[in-house]
């Protein structure tokens, strides 16, 4: 889910603020907002490159705002970099890197089972949909071997004695 983060917060896009403390403690992800707020009449905001981040120019520039109150969407993973290119903002810390990761993704993806795989599994007849299993609670008020769960862990100690 997309969440909004207004730079500096509170302070908004200003000198004397530390952007890289306050980068370190969010979580930023795809589809996040980043509102910009700042009297226009003393910053902007220029989004860059890695280069011209370190070296607080704007000969690579990719996007410029400048109504005091700007909102990006960062919406593909990788690295973000604004500045305030007016004359010694960014070199005064007025810059800010934002990196945004890519959606993590199952380490292994279930293969189905393919035809000839043996069939002497129990089948469902009445066609209704497995049940859905929840987190173990500690103060749940149910047994531990209940009658739903006694078939299904014959099957694991079955499936257990025929692979040792």
């Known amino acids: ?52 981040y370190n070296t607080c120019s704007n000969k690579t520039l990719i996007a410029s705002f400048n109504s005091g109150s700007d909102s990006v969407i960062l919406a593909t993973p990788g690295d973000y970099y604004f500045l305030c290119d007016i004359p010694g903002h960014c070199a005064s810390g007025l810059k800010l890197h934002v990196i945004i990761a890519a959606p993590a993704t199952p380490l292994v993806t279930p293969i189905a089972p393919t035809k000839g ?14 049940e ?23 099957l694991f100690s079955l499936i257990l004695a025929l692979c040792f």
């Open 1 to 52: 889910m997309a969440n909004v983060y207004q730079v500096g917060d509170s302070k908004g896009w200003t000198f004397n603020y530390n952007y890289d403390t306050w980068t370190f403690f969010k979580n930023f992800q795809l589809g996040d907002t980043r509102v910009f707020n700042y009297d226009p009449r003393l910053h902007n905001v220029k989004q860059v490159n890695i280069d011209d």
């Open 117 to 130: 795989y043996p069939d002497h599994f129990p089948s469902n007849p009445t066609n209704k949909p497995p």
């Open 132 to 154: 859905t299993l929840q987190p173990y609670h500690p103060s749940a008020n149910t047994a531990y071997y209940s009658s739903k769960w006694f078939p299904m862990s014959m």
